[in-house]
């Protein structure tokens, strides 16, 4: 399984971006992908996950601006992050397996695959 990471870019307090992770391997219905974060100097933190079933889980940093979906036909995730804070900059990676469970979701240990990263950076 491979993921590539997409759509950071530079941007201002308050505006918006759409994180994309495009990931090979015909069973990309049956993962669960997380979007994780890691500014400099600081551990990676969950960001969110979307489940195969559809379940999303997000962080309380971000609940209520971001939203994680999923394209089956596509074999891609989106990360829809708005209203966006300088807090917020980092780079964004996401990650995939098959056997989540619902107590490690936003735990990295939890994920055998991961994307290479893509960085957003918000200035105030």
């Known amino acids: 399984v491979q993921l590539q990471a997409s759509g950071g870019g530079l941007v201002q307090a308050g505006d918006s971006l759409r994180l994309s992770c495009a990931v090979s391997?015909?069973?990309?219905?049956?993962?669960?992908i997380g979007w994780f974060r890691q500014a400099p100097g600081k551990e990676r933190e969950f960001v969110a996950t979307i489940r195969s079933i559809g379940s999303t889980y997000y962080a309380d940093s971000v609940k209520g601006r971001f939203a994680i979906s999923r394209d089956n036909a596509k074999n891609t995730v989106y990360l829809q992050m708005n209203s966006l804070k300088p807090e917020d900059t980092a780079v964004y990676y996401c990650?995939?397996?098959?056997?989540?469970?619902?107590?490690?979701?936003?735990?990295?240990?939890?994920?055998?695959?991961w994307g290479q990263g893509t960085l957003v950076t918000v200035s105030s």
């Open positions: 990650a995939a397996d098959d056997r989540v469970s619902l107590s490690r979701y936003n735990n990295p240990a939890a994920y055998d695959y």
């Open positions: 391997g015909r069973t990309f219905s049956s993962y669960a």
